[in-house]
Structure formats: structure tokens, C-alpha cells
């Protein structure tokens, strides 16, 4: 019965009583995340879908979805690695983004464990192919969602290459709307992300290869700072940077990389991970997206605290590397704590 379930898209939800959490093996997609407000009214925090049809369709600007083998751009979808060239499909001209045409957001992932109970978490595998949208080598892939406390969501993404070396940078893209996924735009909501400086881009999108201090730039929100108090200044449509991050306060062996807040609903997540680096993005590019419910997401209407490997680190060799050979693993952990302020 397992394998015909895990053939086609479904939805799965992990409930603790105090937060829902629907999940989809679509792309191990997070669809849906409902928790209470100060009052104890719920309401759902993600932007995304109310079936999995939408996703299938390619509807969706990656929401909430797992993306990979690489996140985020490619220069010119090209590499080298151990001198041999590698071309990648130019899906966002004129670079490759979140894995390409076909990337794992685009899967169906098996459901490898699924557990209800105190602390229920599902366990989704996926197995990319040699040459699959243009990468090297076998690699097998896992993502466990698992709510650890009533508040608590933890993330745990690993990637093991077979039989060759491969760049691999995993990242979650869900929409963060904490006010509820139909209630407008970000710009009020404030956050703090504990990230010094960013890896400032050329006119598509991609690092230069400098690391610049965000103090003294619309990027500083190393202090709480509303989402929409500088955005104006930022050029194109609003925030589409990666942070790196600082070596701060850690909790479980993970670092601060972000604070959210919601004025309205006084909603607080604070993510924690092991990734170098979290692409801040204030969804410039949505645009009349028919979601759940009948909500209509339109620009800003969520933000993306995508933790991930540098963008197009495998053509920085100043940046971290997203190299990863055989014999070792990829690993990468996201904590999603939620409280109120």
C-alpha cells in the first residue's frame, strides 16, 4: 500500500494539538502551517495551495517547497568541477535557478516514515539521477519535518553523493505571512537577521563574488527594522539577497540567522541553522497568484528566509564550498520557533 501512495501527490499532516502542519511529497512541500495568535485564533502562516493540483501545474513560485540539487542561481548555468564542464538548463535566463526545469520541487518524493503521536515528524526520500537537469552523479536524498514542541518545527535535509562529486545546496522556500497567508503585504513586519554582510549582486541577480557590510545600507537589519522602512532603496523590486551569517548565539548546535515579527497578530518565528548563508526574499515577483481560499497573493505578499550554501558558490572560489564527494554527506538543519512579543 506504501509504494502506491508514494507514486502519486499527496497531502500529509503532522498535529501536536497546538500547530498543523500540511505537508505534500510534491516537492516535499510545506503547504499549509497553521498556529494560534496571542488571542489563541489560528490561522495559517504559509502562502501556498489548498490541493496539490496547483503545484503539479507548475502554479506555484516555488512555494514552500524543498529546492535543489543547487538553490538559487547559477552564473550562465555553468561549472567546472575537477575539469570537467558541466551545462545546466537556463530556466531564469540567463542563469539555472533552484535546480532547473525539473528541480526537486518538482518531485514526488517517497514517504520513507511517517509518525503521529507527541512528536510527529514524516520522513520524504528522493533519489536524483546521474545527468538528472544536468548534474553529476548519483545522490540520494532525505528531509524530515518533525515538530520537536507545541511551538517548534525542525527541518533536517541530508544529501549523499553515490559515485561522484557533486554541487549540492538544499533550501526550503516556503512564504512567511504571519499576520495569515491572506492578510496583505510583509512591508509591516519587522525582522532581525543576525547577518553583518551580504554577498552583493550583479543586474541578474547573481554575487559578484564581495562580501559588503550591510551598516549604512537599505540591507543593515542587524537591529529590528520593519521589513518596508528602506525597501525603496533597494534596487529592482525589493530584497532578493543572501545574507551571511553570523557565528552568534546557538541553540542545539545551530546558529540565530533570523527574527520575524508581526505587529498585528504579534506572531515571533525565530529560524535557526548550520547554513552559511539564508537569501532574504520579500516575494517581488508574485503577482496575482490565486491561493488558498480564494486569497489573491499579489507583490510582497510573504517572505523567504531561504538558509542555503552562497549563490553560484561553485563559480566563487572565495565563497563556502557546495562541493560535496563521495563518502561524505550534506547536511543541513532548519529550526522554525514560534512564540509572541
Known amino acids: 500500500m506504501a509504494d502506491q501512495i508514494d507514486q502519486k501527490p499527496d497531502i500529509f499532516e503532522l498535529n501536536n494539538g497546538s500547530m498543523q502542519v500540511k505537508i505534500t511529497n510534491y516537492g516535499a512541500t510545506i503547504t499549509s502551517l497553521s498556529l494560534p495568535d496571542k488571542n489563541g485564533k489560528q490561522a ?7 490541493s496539490v493540483e496547483p503545484y503539479v501545474k507548475g ?7 524543498i529546492v535543489g540539487r543547487v538553490a538559487n542561481r547559477i552564473k550562465e548555468g555553468k561549472f567546472t568541477l575537477d575539469g570537467a564542464e558541466y551545462a545546466l538548463p537556463i530556466n531564469k535566463p540567463p542563469n539555472s535557478l533552484h535546480g532547473g526545469f525539473k528541480g526537486f520541487d518538482k518531485m514526488i518524493w517517497q514517504v520513507a516514515e511517517y509518525k503521529k503521536g507527541e512528536n510527529p515528524s514524516i520522513t520524504f526520500k528522493y533519489h536524483s539521477h546521474d545527468g538528472e537537469e544536468g548534474y553529476p552523479g548519483e545522490v540520494s536524498v532525505t528531509a524530515t519535518y518533525t515538530l520537536t ?3 517548534t518545527m525542525r527541518l533536517d535535509m541530508e544529501a549523499v553523493p553515490e559515485n ?5 545546496s538544499l533550501a526550503q522556500h516556503t512564504y512567511w505571512n504571519l499576520a495569515g497567508h491572506n492578510s496583505g503585504n510583509i512591508l509591516d513586519n519587522s525582522i532581525q537577521i543576525w547577518g553583518s554582510h551580504i554577498t552583493p549582486v550583479d543586474q541578474n541577480t547573481v554575487p559578484t563574488g564581495e562580501i559588503m557590510p550591510v551598516k549604512g545600507t537599505p540591507f543593515d537589519f542587524t537591529t529590528e527594522k520593519k ?21 552568534g548565539e546557538e541553540k542545539s548546535g545551530l546558529k540565530h540567522a533570523a527574527k520575524l515579527k508581526d505587529p498585528s497578530s ?5 529560524l535557526w541553522t548550520d547554513a552559511p548563508g539564508m537569501q532574504f526574499y520579500t516575494a517581488n515577483y508574485v503577482n496575482g497568484v490565486a491561493g488558498k481560499g480564494g ?5 510582497h505578499s510573504g517572505v523567504c528566509l531561504e538558509t542555503q550554501g552562497f549563490p553560484n558558490a561553485i563559480n566563487q572560489p572565495n565563497f563556502p564550498s557546495v562541493v560535496v564527494r563521495p563518502g561524505e554527506k550534506y547536511k543541513h538543519t532548519m529550526l522554525f520557533e514560534f512564540s509572541y512579543e
Not at 227 to 247: F, K, M, Q, R, T
Not at 266 to 270: A, D, K, M, Q, Y
Request: include cysteine; hydrophobic fraction near 40%; charged fraction near 15%.
Open 59 to 65: 502554479v506555484a513560485p516555488y512555494f514552500g517547497a
Open 164 to 168: 561522484k562529486p557533486t554541487p549540492i
Open 227 to 247: 521589513i518596508g522602512a528602506s525597501i525603496h532603496e533597494v534596487p529592482g523590486l525589493g530584497y532578493d539577497h543572501n545574507y551571511v551569517l553570523d557565528c
Open 149 to 151: 514542541s507545541s511551538t
Open 44 to 50: 495559517d502562516v504559509v502562502l501556498g495551495f489548498d
Open 295 to 299: 486569497a489573491v497573493y499579489g507583490k
Open 266 to 270: 504579534s506572531r515571533v518565528l525565530n
